[in-house]
């Protein structure tokens, strides 16, 4: 999905500023769909806004800029159950991890298990978390989403633990 669809799905949930939507494609359930900068969230938010999908309201704030609120409107409720509806594209997955395991065969052994090590110890990390949170408030399309990404991070760490040894060994073998 692309940043303006993701906008529109957040702002289902509730209203939200820009600010509290990056928040989301950084930290929250969010995250795993793409990547958002600011500089891609306020011009879809502009355009979604322009087209009647979204509306804004300024909220005052002491010794600060006013805060724009963004809100979804019925038709952009309407847009965005009608792009759920639309065929959805293949998953991509980007990963300059496996990109860099890929060409292994090029690096140092100890680059290739430092490479290994931090990455798993990254997934371990973001298991973690992701259990740590707890929501009764979740959705039942959420708790589906949250334990797809449990389980993919979790058979990730399982692959990563059974597979790193084969890296030290081919690297023994090469120096033999």
């Given at each position: 999905?692309?940043?303006?669809?993701?906008?529109?799905?957040?702002?289902?949930?509730?209203?939200?500023?820009?600010?509290?939507?990056?928040k989301?494609?950084?930290?929250?359930?969010y995250?795993?769909?793409?990547?958002?900068?600011?500089?891609?969230?306020?011009?879809?938010?502009?355009?979604?806004?322009?087209?009647?999908?979204?509306?804004?309201?300024?909220?005052?704030?002491?010794?600060?800029?006013?805060?724009?609120?963004?809100?979804?409107?019925?038709?952009?409720?309407?847009?965005?159950?009608g792009?759920?509806?639309?065929?959805?594209?293949?998953?991509?997955?980007?990963s300059?991890?496996?990109?860099a395991?890929?060409?292994?065969?090029l690096l140092?052994?100890?680059?290739?298990?430092?490479?290994?090590?931090?990455?798993?110890?990254?997934?371990?990390a973001?298991?973690?978390?992701?259990?740590?949170?707890?929501s009764?408030?979740?959705?039942?399309?959420?708790?589906?989403?949250?334990?797809?990404?449990?389980s993919?991070?979790?058979?990730?760490?399982?692959?990563?633990?059974?597979?790193?040894?084969?890296?030290?060994?081919?690297?023994?073998?090469?120096?033999?």
């Amino acid at each position: 999905m692309d940043v303006r669809t993701i906008c529109l799905g957040l702002l289902t949930r509730g209203d939200a500023t820009g600010y509290e939507i990056k928040k989301q494609f950084e930290e929250g359930s969010y995250r795993h769909f793409a990547e958002a900068s600011f500089g891609s969230i306020y011009p879809a938010l502009g355009r979604l806004t322009a087209e009647g999908l979204v509306s804004v309201r300024e909220e005052a704030q002491d010794k600060r800029p006013d805060r724009k609120v963004y809100s979804i409107t019925p038709a952009g409720r309407e847009s965005f159950v009608g792009a759920l509806l639309e065929p959805l594209k293949d998953d991509r997955r980007r990963s300059p991890f496996a990109f860099a395991m890929l060409f292994s065969d090029l690096l140092p052994k100890d680059r290739t298990c430092a490479l290994i090590e931090a990455y798993l110890a990254d997934k371990e990390a973001t298991l973690a978390q992701m259990n740590a949170r707890k929501s009764a408030a979740q959705t039942r399309g959420e708790r589906f989403v949250n334990g797809l990404g449990k389980s993919i991070c979790a058979a990730t760490i399982d692959y990563l633990r059974a597979h790193r040894g084969e890296f030290e060994a081919c690297a023994r073998e090469a120096a033999e």
